[in-house]
Nanobody
Framework: VQLQASGGGLVQVGDSLRLSCTTS????????VAWFRQSPGKEREFVAA????????HYADSVKGRFTISRDNAKNTVYLQMNSLKPEDTAIYYC??????????????????WGQGTQVTVSS
């Protein structure tokens, strides 16, 4: 099972991007889905996560108010809308899913399936 992250690119400060995460071989409508990111020389960090059905999404403080995570279970897709991008948002963004979680975790080890990552570069 593999997740596919897409939508990255090179943008200017203040621009927006929308990342998408899909999966093949299974549906992840029942999974908690998260986005993580990793900048050069830094640890991979939690960005945002969304529960499978009801409940609130959770965001890292650094992206709160600028990023929005959403899902379309009919399309088997989770999105990360990123607005007001900053140079410090430059990173490889990974999506991940937890098929058995009951609450959102910010820890990588709690996510079972991972995508290959998509590069986001914010130029000043």
């Amino acid at each position: 099972v593999q997740l596919q992250a897409s939508g990255g690119g090179l943008v200017q400060v203040g621009d927006s991007l929308r990342l998408s995460c899909t999966t093949s071989g299974r549906t992840f409508s029942g999974d908690i889905v998260a986005w993580f990111r990793q900048s050069p020389g830094k640890e991979r960090e939690f960005v945002a996560a969304i529960p499978s059905r009801s409940g609130r999404a959770h965001y890292a403080d650094s992206v709160k108010g600028r990023f929005t995570i959403s899902r379309d279970n009919a399309k088997n897709t989770v999105y990360l809308q990123m607005n007001s991008l900053k140079p410090e948002d430059t990173a490889i963004y990974y999506c991940a899913s937890d098929p058995q979680g009951y609450w959102i975790s910010t820890l990588q080890r709690d996510y079972v399936y991972w995508g290959q990552g998509t590069q986001v570069t914010v130029s000043s």
